[in-house]
């Protein structure tokens, strides 16, 4: 199982310590360090920055949402930074939620989001193999354009630029059964939002068509401490929010993910604290169990112990969310 470092996306402003970490990351031999996006930062950008001063360690988009691009953009993107950096860009997309996608991105959240996801990848990889002009009969992302208000004279195009490999690896964040499923067939990895060392049974069905080589890369809020308590509190605060506000009362994909886990009741709680204004106890209502079982969070033999459940299973990369240095040298100790 490699390593990954992820950095999420920024708040208020960009943090001082990222680089800093991905270059100790980058030392202690992680394998790749990941950015992301919400409403606020972009993924590339922050990549680019520690692309040019770092050398070795992959750099990942988890996730780059695939409403703030046209897929030809985000190629555009991955193929740029794949040559800036001799090779090292991994390409983690996300279609994200209805809020976001309509009330951000300004666009109608699809009615299928399994065929738009697959016209995305589709014209991606179109992009990066550049075998021939783009072209896709798509219901989400036709190309050439050729609806009732276009010119009429768009023309099939392959990229200027020569990619420097076709096969950069494409992985989806995906939360529903389904989207899984069709993640295992059509991507070269999965970005789980929340995984449990305990609970590989909620997704295996879902991945019964992946190939030999298939990447599976959760994340984990990692922290070494004394307290478990303490540390589990950020862990639940993350949770809080992406399971109370990260989407509407009536489709919120997060909730609905961590109710098929096990917590149906306590994410619907949750749900209405969060919706109801009541934001601090809607993070006191998550269950400690399950902020602990999918982070590592404790002690140093703690971590070790829990380490080794997540290592046994079938996850390729774990992407560590680190909040010091400290933590990064310890698990890497442990990885070893």
């Not at 985000?74 to 279609?95: C, N, V, Y």
């Not at 976001?100 to 959240?109: C, L």
């Not at 896709?136 to 354009?145: A, E, F, T, V």
Request: charged residues 20%.
């Amino acid at each position: 199982m490699r390593l990954g470092l992820a950095l999420g996306y920024w708040g208020r402003g960009p943090s001082a310590d990222h680089v800093p970490l991905a270059q100790e990351a980058e030392r202690l031999g992680y394998d790749s360090v990941w950015t992301a996006e919400s409403w606020g930062s972009d993924a590339f950008t922050p990549l680019t920055w520690i692309a040019a001063r770092t050398s070795r360690i992959k750099l990942g988009t988890a996730v780059a949402q695939m409403a703030a691009r046209s897929p030809t953009t985000t190629a555009m993107h991955a193929l740029t930074l794949d040559h800036l950096s001799g090779g090292r860009a991994m390409l983690g997309l996300g279609l994200s939620g209805p809020q976001v996608v309509e009330g951000w991105y300004g666009r109608p959240f699809p009615s299928s989001p399994l065929t738009a996801t697959r016209e995305y990848v589709d014209v991606v990889r179109q992009v990066l193999r550049r075998e021939a002009p783009v072209a896709l009969d798509g219901r989400y992302h036709p190309l050439p354009y050729g609806g009732p208000d276009g010119t009429g004279t768009g023309k099939a195009l392959k990229s200027i630029t020569h990619p420097l490999r076709a096969g950069l690896p494409v992985l989806l964040g995906a939360e529903g059964p389904k989207n899984i499923a069709q993640t295992a067939r059509i991507a070269d990895g999965w970005l789980p939002l929340y995984w449990s060392p305990s609970r590989t049974e909620v997704y295996e069905a879902s991945l019964t068509d992946a190939p030999e080589g298939f990447l599976i890369a959760p994340m984990a809020r990692a922290r070494v401490c004394d307290d478990v308590a303490e540390g589990l509190l950020p862990v639940k605060a993350m949770l809080g929010f992406y399971i109370g506000g990260m989407g509407h009362a009536r489709r919120n994909f997060h909730a609905d993910l961590m109710a098929r886990m096990g917590y149906e009741e306590e994410a619907r709680r949750i749900q209405r604290l969060f919706l109801d204004g009541r934001r601090e106890e809607a993070v006191l209502a998550v269950p400690d169990a399950f902020a602990d079982e999918i982070s590592l969070v404790g002690p140093r033999e703690r971590i070790a112990e829990r380490l080794e459940s997540w290592r046994k299973g079938p996850v390729t990369d774990l992407l560590v969310l680190a909040p010091d240095p400290h933590t990064l040298r310890v698990l890497a100790e442990l990885n070893s």
